[in-house]
Antibody, heavy 122, light 106 residues
Framework: QVQLVESGGGVVQPGRSLRLSCAASGFTFSGFGMHWVRQAPGKGLEWVAVISNDGSEKYYADSVKGRFTISRDNSKDTLYLQMNSLRADDTAVYFC???????????????WGLGTTVTVSS | IQMTQSPSSLSASVGDRVTITCRASRSISGYLSWYQQKPGKAPKLLIDTASSLQSGVPSRFSGSGSGTVFTLTISSLQPEDFAIYYCQQSYQNPPTFGQGTKMEIK
């Protein structure tokens, strides 16, 4: 079945870096765009970044632009989020989600992982 | 594109008909999805392209709208519907979410 599994979360000090991974299975990973969406404790969903199926196009939320980098390895069916210069307000559960198309398709995000928790604290 | 939901919270009883509104800061045609999220869980896609019900989603859920104003209606609230609901536009990158509407039991 279609599945996404995030990993790499943890507790990190402000200013440090962390890399999240999202392992995909059950579908042709290289055929779809992929998103990262986060949710701070007690807050709503915040879209973070999207990458096209071939990695050629990437978009970021203003709140992470210049600090976070989305990437993918289609040979490993894995999505990544490199997070640098982390701040306290980056503390959140980070979800990866499968796009319905090669990049931000008109249909919604039907497949989500369970999320990985990132806590930025000294 | 900014997405604004109203109300932010809604207190209702089992069996009630409820409607949540989502407004876009500019026209997004029909590129609007609705999600349901329960505590500790990932969001679940209910409706996309404004009115297309996802497979397995009960028919008491319906969506409508186009352009800048959209609605999610639950025709008869059930106990399992008490959750937070989000809209999201996919018309233009970045694909933004509304702030959410918390459905609470009256």
């Amino acid at each position: 079945q279609v599945q996404l599994v995030e990993s790499g979360g943890g507790v990190v000090q402000p200013g440090r870096s962390l890399r999240l991974s999202c392992a995909a299975s059950g579908f042709t990973f290289s055929g779809f765009g992929m998103h990262w969406v986060r949710q701070a404790p007690g807050k709503g969903l915040e879209w973070v970044a999207v990458i096209s199926n071939d990695g050629s196009e990437k978009y970021y939320a203003d709140s992470v632009k210049g600090r976070f980098t989305i990437s993918r390895d289609n040979s490993k069916d894995t999505l990544y989020l490199q997070m640098n210069s982390l701040r306290a307000d980056d503390t959140a559960v980070y979800f990866c989600a499968k796009d319905p198309d090669i990049l931000t398709g008109i249909n919604g995000l039907a497949v989500w992982g369970l999320g990985t928790t990132v806590t930025v604290s000294s | 594109i900014q997405m604004t939901q109203s109300p932010s919270s809604l207190s209702a009883s089992v069996g009630d008909r409820v409607t949540i509104t989502c407004r876009a800061s500019r026209s997004i045609s029909g590129y609007l999805s609705w999600y349901q999220q329960k505590p500790g869980k990932a969001p679940k896609l209910l409706i996309d392209t404004a009115s297309s019900l996802q497979s397995g989603v009960p028919s008491r859920f319906s969506g409508s709208g186009s352009g800048t104003v959209f609605t999610l209606t639950i025709s008869s609230l059930q106990p399992e519907d008490f959750a937070i609901y989000y809209c999201q536009q996919s018309y233009q990158n970045p694909p933004t979410f509304g702030q959410g509407t918390k459905m609470e039991i009256k």
